[in-house]
């Protein structure tokens, strides 16, 4: 019989304690709110299984829409094909979430295992599959789940590449990459610096050349589709300018509301029409911008504001995780290129707590390594006051 000091550790056992507490958690919330609510990625689901394409999912316009990447919509649409557009299908959306984020646990424990330790990934872990804030996340019917389990996963993968890995991996990397950007483009901002990484050894640049080719290759097909219907160049998501607009002015011209700017202008020309209108707003007002700017930085690193303690503290705690790592762990410039790149865009757009889920495994882990350290100076203390 297997004891709990050896379960614990146990990389099944944390991922199903993790999905116990999410399945109950999204019971209790599900109970109390089961509603789609305001959802751009459903809509544009509801729009492919009605035939109409990959068109937009706002009121009163049905052209072609390039507002979300493509990866998220399209795993709704086979849910509502199969279930329907009802009650069923906003389970099933949220049971997968509760999957994605009950896997992650495996992914951060491997992570901390790989680079500090065997004691920092059991703790990371175990802090992801019980935190209150990673427990309720799954009950949005949002991307943030499966975006969460991708980026930690080609994170891990990458920085297990070496001088000695083959080729397929490298290029088994970047079609993760592309994958991931195709589910949510903002993942691909460390991406330049895990590559530099691996430039800098020699015997690492054909392969991490491999890398960003087959990325770039595996998002082509999405931005010809783009170039085809907008005749316009639009990578991946095409709004970029009217979020800033959004967060830096006002949501009075939302597409989900009455302005009807959106519907009578078109998806592109509305985006070049609110990239004109925020950049003579941050003209006009600078010191306004350089404060919300401010608060978009301290709300990033903060929110959800009902769990503002527990965020605060992991926070913390990722930061002390990472300046620890610079003095002893030989990765830390990559973990360092999350915190840093990731959140520039919200940076300057606005940002919501599920925005920063994401990178969270990253955070987990480092925090769960300063925790660790912490234990074992504390320990050392310990043993050193009671030997005197």
């Known amino acids: 019989m297997i004891g709990f000091r050896s379960l614990y550790k146990r990389g099944w056992f944390l991922v199903t304690v993790a999905a116990v507490l999410r399945l109950t958690m999204v019971w209790v919330l599900m ?3 089961p509603s789609w609510g305001v959802n751009e990625a459903a809509g544009i689901a509801r729009q492919l299984v009605s035939g109409k394409g990959f068109a937009s999912p706002f009121h009163d316009y049905a052209g072609p829409t390039a507002w979300l990447a493509p990866v998220y919509p399209v795993l709704l649409t ?3 094909h199969i279930f329907g557009d009802g009650a069923i299908s906003l389970w099933v959306a949220v049971l997968l979430n509760v999957v ?6 495996a992914v951060v424990l491997q992570l901390g295992r ?5 004691t920092s990934g059991i703790l990371a872990a ?4 019980v935190s209150p804030p990673m427990i309720v996340m799954p009950w949005l019917p949002w991307e943030t789940c499966f975006s969460a389990l991708m980026f930690g996963f080609v994170f891990l993968r990458t920085l297990r590449l070496g001088e000695n890995s083959p080729l397929w991996q490298w290029i088994l990397c970047g079609a993760l990459w592309s994958f991931a950007a195709l589910l949510n483009p903002a993942l691909l901002a460390p991406l330049p610096a895990l590559a ?9 640049r054909i392969g991490s050349a491999a890398m960003l080719m087959v990325c770039l290759l595996g998002i082509t097909p999405w931005t010809l589709r783009n170039l085809y219907v907008f005749h316009q160049f639009v990578p991946l998501r095409s709004n970029f300018w009217p979020e800033a607009y959004f967060g830096n002015v006002s949501f009075a011209l939302h597409p989900t509301g009455a302005s009807m700017l959106y519907q009578r202008e078109g998806e592109i020309a509305f985006a070049r029409d609110l990239r004109d209108r925020v950049i003579e707003h941050v003209r006009s007002h600078p010191r306004e911008f350089v404060l919300r700017t401010g608060k978009r930085i301290l709300d990033f690193w903060t929110q959800p504001s009902y769990f503002r303690f527990y965020s605060i503290l992991i926070a913390i705690a990722a930061v002390f995780g990472l300046l620890l790592a610079c003095c002893t762990e030989g990765e830390w410039f990559s973990f360092a290129s999350v915190l840093v790149l990731y959140p520039l865009l919200y940076y300057f757009t606005y940002t919501f707590s599920r925005y920063r889920h994401p990178i969270e495994p990253v955070m987990y882990v480092l925090a769960g390594s300063a925790f660790a350290k912490l234990a074992l100076y504390l320990k050392g203390s310990l043993d050193g006051k009671l030997e005197g």
Do not use: D, E, I, N
């Open 100 to 105: 994605f984020g009950s896997l992650t646990t």
């Open 196 to 204: 530099f990484r691996a430039v800098r050894k020699p015997q690492c």
């Open 78 to 80: 086979g849910v509502f």
């Open 114 to 118: 790989g680079f500090f330790g065997q």
């Open 126 to 129: 175990w802090m992801w599959a």
């Open 31 to 33: 109970a109390h709110s």
